[in-house]
């Protein structure tokens, strides 16, 4: 039985199978999920209002159909309990973060990915995607393409190291 869509959602009269179930199925039948965004899906197969894309940082809203809605990652942010800790390794404020240089990079990653292929965004070995720290907004030091090809970068600007490639899985410390 095809579980009951959630308010706001379009009544089909069929039955299939729900959109984030359907997206989810496909992203784990392709085997690949090492930088894939995977939809985050209610019980009942709708998706869930805030999904986030977890090697990039950067989270968005949607419709219970996973559209897209626009401008609203500061509006509906995930709630992550905090603990102390947390909280005091966290260097800048949750909007000091967001408008990093890294995580501004993402952006712009993530809008040239839309503007060639569309929403929802598929992979794009083409297009480089960042990998902010969470906590401080700077580029985390190991950045790695879907080739697996990494290498080191400063962590304020993004700035590639040089003599600091390495392939992805290697027992390797950047300086």
């Given at each position: 039985?095809?579980?009951?869509?959630?308010?706001?959602?379009?009544?089909?009269?069929?039955?299939?199978?729900?959109?984030?179930?359907?997206?989810?199925?496909?992203?784990?039948?392709?085997?690949?999920?090492?930088?894939?965004?995977?939809?985050?899906?209610?019980?009942?197969?709708?998706?869930?209002?805030?999904?986030?894309?977890?090697?990039?940082?950067?989270?968005?809203?949607?419709?219970?159909?996973?559209?897209?809605?626009?401008?609203?990652?500061?509006?509906?942010?995930?709630?992550?309990?905090?603990?102390?800790?947390?909280?005091?390794?966290?260097?800048?404020?949750?909007?000091?973060?967001?408008?990093?240089?890294?995580?501004?990079?993402?952006?712009?990653?993530?809008?040239?990915?839309?503007?060639?292929?569309?929403w929802?965004?598929?992979i794009?070995?083409?297009?480089?995607?960042?990998?902010?720290?969470?906590?401080?907004?700077?580029?985390?030091?190991?950045?790695?393409?879907?080739?697996?090809?990494?290498?080191?970068?400063?962590?304020?600007?993004?700035?590639?190291?040089?003599?600091?490639?390495h392939?992805?899985?290697?027992?390797?410390?950047?300086?």
């Amino acid at each position: 039985m095809t579980p009951a869509p959630p308010k706001g959602a379009p009544h089909h009269t069929q039955s299939i199978t729900p959109p984030c179930q359907e997206k989810l199925q496909a992203v784990l039948a392709n085997g690949t999920l090492i930088g894939a965004y995977i939809p985050k899906c209610e019980k009942n197969g709708y998706y869930e209002p805030v999904q986030c894309w977890g090697s990039v940082g950067s989270c968005w809203c949607v419709t219970p159909d996973g559209k897209h809605l626009d401008a609203t990652p500061p509006i509906c942010q995930p709630s992550i309990k905090k603990t102390k800790s947390d909280e005091s390794q966290s260097l800048f404020s949750k909007q000091d973060i967001s408008s990093s240089r890294c995580f501004r990079q993402v952006q712009q990653a993530i809008g040239d990915t839309i503007l060639i292929h569309g929403w929802p965004i598929p992979i794009d070995k083409r297009i480089f995607i960042p990998k902010c720290d969470p906590k401080t907004g700077y580029f985390q030091l190991e950045q790695c393409s879907r080739e697996s090809q990494c290498w080191c970068v400063d962590k304020f600007f993004g700035n590639q190291i040089k003599n600091t490639e390495h392939a992805a899985g290697d027992n390797y410390t950047c300086p």
